[in-house]
């Protein structure tokens, strides 16, 4: 491979001294053998062709990914295990620890390690995985550790982002006019609204915590009976935390990524992609409307703001805003944004629920540590039964106080509203 990073991939990327990283913890009852967790990730390499790549750059400062024949095993940094709580901090300091991007490989694993319990950290460059890669990257890696027999199949990744596209668009040149001019009119616009500011520099925090067994089989059955999303119930409750606890900063408003794979087949379920494009949405204000039809406004928002995306003009619209880059960056870096919060519902996580030889605890929604000035990210999953929420921020941009705050008066409404009347259970 030696194929440029895509515009999605190379706002991820930010530079080789600071990309964005991902990190997805589990924890494990049983023993872990060492020797069985380098061959999972062996097998693992073997199979992602982003795996096998470092990234260098052109003479223009242009990134791009490069396969290494010689590329280093996945390393695993093993530590000794304290607390229940440990994960978090190491999570944290993840976020700030790059990679050698030009060396690679671009992932390592971090195990907490104890007699009977571990963590596992699967940590990997934003750019090289969105939601659902890193998801399957950390699947495989488990069955793999459970069944070294099992045999992952390796796929040719794309060259070049026209790979992806339909020749009809590639073909038109009215649209390549007109994705030219946008690319370089956005370019003037974001130098426009960027001079003079200065991104500013706080160190951010992790919130992680579980609701109850009951709060969350209710919650999913009381949205399935409103004919509504848990997406839904959980974006509507959250906007309307933040209008409650920041009443002058609230905007009402939230983004969330988009997987792709449904409209671009030629990127499989279980491969590598790092691009997911966002919608905006907003919850209804109308005091005369209840709980549940704000939610199926807001779910039918949702679907129709998806719908209604052309993903291959999207694609290939990017591809012409390379030189506004730098500037995209510095606009999220110095800029607050219009939203309160970037919203990712993983849904129920496709892992398995059993394994032989160890037991999979339970499972922490992925955190990424991104330098934007407003760093905002809710990120919930569901791992057997049991809904996930893990929330990240820095304390210039959102203090911690509030996002207790927030985090309290959104489990007090979600319980509310699914008639759960006893105290709620919240782990963490």
């Not at 030009?102 to 934003?126: F, N, Q, T, Y």
Request: charged residues 25%; neutral net charge; proline residues 6%.
């Amino acid at each position: 491979m030696n194929r440029k990073l895509t515009v999605g991939e190379r706002v991820m990327y930010v530079s080789s001294e600071a990309p964005v990283n991902c990190i997805f913890p589990v924890k494990i009852k049983g023993q872990i053998n060492r020797e069985r967790l380098e061959q999972a990730l062996l097998k693992l390499q073997q199979k992602h062709p982003l795996l096998r790549v470092v990234i260098r750059e052109d003479e223009k400062g242009a990134p791009y990914y490069v396969t290494d024949t010689q590329i280093a095993p996945i390393p695993i940094d093993i530590r000794e295990r304290y607390t229940n709580d440990d994960w978090q901090q190491v999570s944290v300091d993840e976020w700030y620890k790059p990679f050698q991007v030009s060396k690679g490989p671009l992932a390592r694993v971090v195990w907490l390690k104890s007699d009977s319990v571990s963590e596992l950290l699967l940590v990997c460059p934003h750019c090289i995985c969105d939601g659902s890669s890193i998801l399957t990257l950390l699947r495989e890696m488990l069955m793999v550790l459970d069944n070294p027999l099992l045999e992952l199949t390796p796929y040719p990744s794309f060259e070049a982002i026209e790979d992806l596209l339909p020749a009809a668009l590639l073909a038109n040149k009215k649209f390549k006019l007109r994705a030219t001019v946008i690319g370089k009119i956005a370019g003037a616009v974001l130098w426009f609204k960027t001079r003079g500011l200065k991104p500013v520099t706080s160190r951010g925090y992790l919130l992680n915590w579980k609701l109850s067994q009951e709060l969350s089989s209710t919650l999913v059955h009381r949205c399935k009976e409103e004919g509504t999303s848990l997406f839904a119930a959980i974006s509507v409750a959250f906007l309307e935390a933040f209008r409650q606890v920041r009443p002058s900063a609230a905007h009402n408003k939230l983004i969330c990524p988009v997987d792709i794979r449904r409209f671009v087949p030629e990127i499989g379920s279980d491969e590598l992609f790092a691009f997911a494009p966002i919608v905006e949405l907003c919850a209804d204000l109308s005091a005369l409307t209840d709980f549940w039809s704000k939610t199926r406004s807001f779910k039918n928002d949702l679907t129709a703001k998806i719908d209604k995306i052309n993903i291959h003009e999207l694609l290939y619209m990017g591809e012409h805003f390379h030189g506004s880059l730098p500037r995209m960056v510095t606009f999220l870096k110095t800029t607050d944004g219009t939203h309160d919060v970037t919203l990712s519902n993983m849904g129920k996580l496709q892992l398995p629920e059993s394994f032989e030889t160890f037991e999979l605890e339970t499972v922490y929604s992925p955190s990424a540590g991104f330098p934007w000035r407003n760093p905002n990210t809710l990120v919930a999953s569901t791992y057997k039964g049991l809904l996930d929420f893990t929330f990240i921020s820095n304390e210039a941009f959102l203090p911690e106080s509030d996002a207790r705050a927030i985090q309290m008066k959104a489990i007090a409404i979600l319980q509310e509203k699914s008639r759960i009347k006893q105290t709620y259970g919240v782990q963490g």
